[in-house]
């Protein structure tokens, strides 16, 4: 990310959301946010580092062991703010030159305010400090509860020691909120700047798929076409799959989370790809499938094809007002005729989605929130009752058919995983696929499959 993006993302959409977030929570409140820690991976090693959903989203800061501090309070001791909303105060890792030979360059305080339009910014070593003389007089604290074991220990001891002095005049705030309340809300509906950078990695993550449709063949390993995959990520920039991607060849398929990606593809087989980058924070998240050999046979033409109709039905429902359940409803629908017409289910429509049998060849949800984690936040449901979809929120449709080598039903059918996944944003006049760039009509994936790419 250049620093000319950085920048304008801080002066407008990081500084919007911590603006909406201080609006939101009662008035004389102060909320932390940590960012997060880097992960031994062995001994001496970490994992890549990628930062905590919620402190990137509301400040955009990249770095680890970090803390934002926002306050809603009418004066803050010390502090000149830049809005009057509230205060946003940064604390993160001092500039330290032995440290960064090692392990990289750091910010600092000093160009992170400028940079993030914090208010101030601080050492971290200073965190316990300034932070228990931010704290007081507050009367409402806002943190993930529970979520992270340093910030509940953090909270309850600056707490305490607020109650420990009273002759100092202290004033420990006495209410505690989870903030994931409010900010799930907020991330729920994407604003422009969002919506861009999802269709973003919409397109690498198409372009990665039509890679590995062009570079299958029989002989190879899953893990090849993963490879292919990610190198279409990287060339990119997007460093980072936005989950492990799954590459499942033949009946690995009908393992929903199949992530071994180690065995040979055959000519006989589908193979089933669910795969998509993470852009500057956000995720892709597409699944497609298709013939090893390049061509469907008559059998897996027509499954293929009850999949595909389920999730253009289910894809002409998204629009506002409309429900889960109700797309749910359309998709299983059609797999369920569909099933009993190929003689798979035996019985009448009604009363095979009445026992609901198509839930041993289908037996996952319709869909999920998609956005800064892939299975992203947000409440599905309201008072109970099934919550319309609203213009900005991004979904995923993502019916499929899943038939093992241990099911009663012809040979013919065995082995088979089939599941179609796009990303699907709610628009005031209805839908729009972000993930359209990935064929999935069998003619035009045979197509694109004739042209081959990679050298076998």
Not at 50 to 63: A, C, N, V
Not at 206 to 235: D, I, S, T, W
Not at 341 to 362: C, E, H, M, P, V
Not at 430 to 436: A, F, K, M, R
Request: one cysteine or more; a negative charge; proline letters at 4%.
């Amino acid at each position: 990310m250049s620093a000319n993006l950085m920048d304008a993302m801080a002066l407008t959409e990081f500084s919007r959301r911590r603006e909406k977030l201080l609006q939101a929570m009662q008035a004389n409140s102060i909320c932390l946010i940590p960012a997060a820690h880097l992960v031994s991976r062995s001994r001496d090693t970490d994992y890549p580092f990628r930062q905590d959903s919620y402190f990137h989203y509301l400040s955009g800061f990249p770095e680890p062991q970090a803390w934002l501090v926002l306050s809603n309070q009418v004066h803050v001791t010390g502090v000149k703010r830049k809005n009057s909303t509230g205060l946003s105060i940064l604390f993160c890792l001092d500039k330290d030159e032995q440290a960064e030979i090692w392990h990289g360059r750091r910010i600092g305080p000093r160009q992170a305010q400028r940079q993030f339009a914090m208010d101030r910014a601080f050492p971290l070593d200073e965190l316990d400090e300034e932070l228990l003389h931010l704290v007081d007089g507050h009367d409402h604290v806002y943190y993930a509860q529970g979520c992270h074991a340093e910030a509940d220990e953090l909270v309850l001891g600056i707490l305490q020691a607020l109650r420990d002095a009273p002759k100092q005049s202290h004033h420990a705030p006495a209410s505690l909120h989870d903030v994931r309340v409010i900010l799930d809300e907020m991330r729920l509906f994407k604003s422009p700047f969002e919506v861009n950078l999802m269709r973003h990695a919409a397109l690498i993550s198409a372009e990665a798929h039509c890679r590995a449709m062009r570079c299958v063949a029989p002989g190879k390993n899953e893990y090849q076409l993963e490879a292919e995959l990610h190198y279409v990520f990287a060339k990119h920039g997007a460093k980072s799959p936005a989950y492990c991607s799954i590459v499942a060849g033949g009946k690995n398929a009908c393992i929903l989370h199949y992530t071994n990606n180690d065995q040979v593809l055959n000519a006989e087989d589908l193979l089933l790809i669910d795969a998509g980058c993470e852009w500057q924070g956000y995720a892709a998240d597409i699944t497609r499938t298709f013939p090893v050999s390049g061509r469907f046979s008559e059998a897996q033409q027509l499954l293929y094809q009850i999949v595909l109709d389920a999730q253009l039905a289910a894809i002409a429902l998204v629009k506002p007002g409309a429900t889960f359940k109700q797309i749910g409803d359309a998709a299983t629908k059609v797999l369920t005729q569909g099933l009993i017409k190929l003689g798979i289910l035996t019985g009448s429509l009604q009363a095979n989605l009445d026992n609901q049998s198509y839930r041993a060849f289908f037996m996952h949800g319709i869909g999920h929130w998609l956005g800064l984690d892939v299975h992203d936040v947000g409440r599905y449901k309201e008072a109970d009752n099934d919550r319309p979809l609203q213009a900005g929120m991004v979904l995923t449709i993502e019916p499929g058919l899943y038939i093992d080598e241990n099911t009663r039903v012809a040979a013919k059918w065995w082995k088979t995983g089939i599941r179609i996944e796009d990303n699907i944003l709610v628009t005031e006049a209805g839908h729009e696929v972000l993930t359209i760039a990935v064929p999935k009509d069998i003619d035009e994936i045979h197509a694109l499959m004739a042209d081959v790419m990679c050298s076998n």
